[in-house]
Nanobody, 122 residues
């Protein structure tokens, strides 16, 4: 079992930055971690993912060059640094984990946090 708790969301102006954190507890060893987001009326979509070692990182095309995912396994924490935020980045952001390989499919993830709201004003 893995428990995930996100933090760091908030209201920011377009062009601003935020850093989301996801604290994991339980059996987080060797997990592949992902960030997803869901805007009102839309499906949940993959944002970024990172392997246990950090050697493999994947991003949605919409955030490449603006968002950076990282992890500190000593602290059991995954981060999502978001720069140059746009109004279309507004959504609830979720942290998720699974024991498999690289995946952008939310159905592959077994563990989810409660989400943190990110709102970008224009």
């Amino acid at each position: 079992q893995v428990q995930l708790v996100e933090s760091g969301g908030g209201l920011v102006q377009a062009g601003g930055s935020l850093r989301l954190s996801c604290a994991a507890s339980g059996s987080a060893f060797s997990t592949y971690m992902g960030w997803f987001r869901q805007a009102p009326g839309k499906e949940r979509e993959f944002v970024a993912g990172i392997s246990w070692s950090g050697g493999s990182r994947n991003y949605a095309d919409s955030v490449k060059g603006r968002f950076t995912i990282s992890r500190d396994n000593a602290k059991n924490t995954v981060y999502l640094r978001m720069n140059s935020l746009k109004p279309e980045d507004t959504a609830v952001y979720y942290c998720a984990a699974h024991y498999g390989l690289v995946s952008s499919d939310p159905t592959h993830y077994d563990y989810w946090g409660q989400g943190t709201q990110v709102t970008v004003s224009s």
